[in-house]
């Protein structure tokens, strides 16, 4: 008698699934702009959120490549001894802030610019090893610390012929990031907050639309969550499909224009490669969906269906 209850149970809880199932695609498919006009809102949000995450992504990785690159370069003057090379070099790393101190011979500054200059063999004639001079190549902990190196190395007047560093285009594109990120964040947030509204605006009209249908299920006992359920699916609904076809849009665009990508940024790798991080931003994104859209139908049915 138990296991028959039991059974009968399972049914019965199987059955009201597919009923909530059937009715939210009753209200779906029975207002189908108000439906078109929830999952473009959506995708509009999250195709205009996942590119400015991508912008956010691709400029953190600049900003990094930057930042892990020797950021002043000391040239050397000719007939330096190796012993004040390694003297420099110890004076260097006692400084604050240092990251790396790489010495760069004149055969291996020859063997860069090889490299660099392959494609064009008459530049390659015309330089040797001697008229190339040797380096020190400092990376540094933080920007921050750029100019107290520069200084220093100033002061060695007898040993360093000339200091560049990359402090302004660090400094801008640590600028251009903060500030992007900035404005990413609040942009999001008002597409959000947009979506938001949105959903709870067409999840009430649809509940007003169904006030006699939801009197009858009330008039026969049925529980508030009962007839919230379907409204709360279509949220769902209206969440995951509008999130979904915003990320396929972005991620469409950039594999079309993949190659033009990477081009542009060579020799830094922009785009990630692991199908692990891909994975987790697009199901990251489709979870976002989900919750707002489950949000916004909760409090469009928590206002307008009293328990």
Do not use: C
């Not at 990251?99 to 064009?120: C, G, P, T, W």
């Not at 249908?213 to 769902?236: D, K, M, N, T, W």
Request: charged fraction near 20%.
């Amino acid at each position: 008698m138990t296991k028959k209850k039991e059974s009968m149970n399972k049914e019965t809880k199987i059955r009201t699934k597919l009923g909530n199932l059937s009715r939210t695609w009753q209200h779906i498919r029975r207002a189908p702009f108000q439906s078109f006009a929830a999952v473009l809102v959506m995708w509009l949000n999250y195709f205009m959120t996942s590119l400015l995450i991508a912008v956010i992504f691709v400029f953190g990785i600049l900003l990094n490549y930057f930042e892990s690159r020797p950021e002043v370069t000391a040239f050397l003057k000719d007939g330096v001894s190796s012993v004040q090379v390694d003297q420099l070099k110890e004076e260097i790393g006692n400084q604050e802030g240092i990251n790396e101190v790489r010495f760069v011979s004149k055969e291996e500054a020859l063997r860069i610019y090889q490299e660099d200059n392959e494609d064009n063999p008459l530049l390659l004639e015309m330089v040797s090893a001697d008229i190339l001079p040797a380096s020190l190549e400092i990376s540094a902990k933080s920007p921050e610390y750029l100019n107290s190196i520069a200084d220093f190395l100033e002061t060695k007047q007898d040993s360093v012929q000339e200091v560049i560093f990359q402090k302004e285009v660090v400094q801008k594109l640590s600028f251009w990031v903060k500030n992007i990120r900035n404005v990413g964040l609040v942009m999001v947030g008002v597409y959000g907050f947009v979506s938001l509204v949105v959903i709870m605006v067409i999840i009430g009209m649809k509940i007003g639309t169904h006030r006699d249908e939801i009197a009858a299920l009330r008039s026969i006992g049925a529980s508030g969550f009962y007839v919230q359920a379907p409204f709360l699916l279509e949220g769902l609904f209206y969440g995951f499909i509008g999130s979904l076809l915003g990320e396929l849009f972005v991620a469409g665009g950039i594999y079309y224009w993949r190659e033009q990508i990477l081009s542009f940024f060579a020799p830094i790798s922009v785009l990630p490669t692991e199908p692990q991080t891909l994975a987790l931003f697009l199901g990251g994104q489709i979870g976002v969906g989900l919750l707002l859209g489950l949000f916004a139908a909760w409090l469009a049915s928590r206002r307008y269906i009293k328990r």
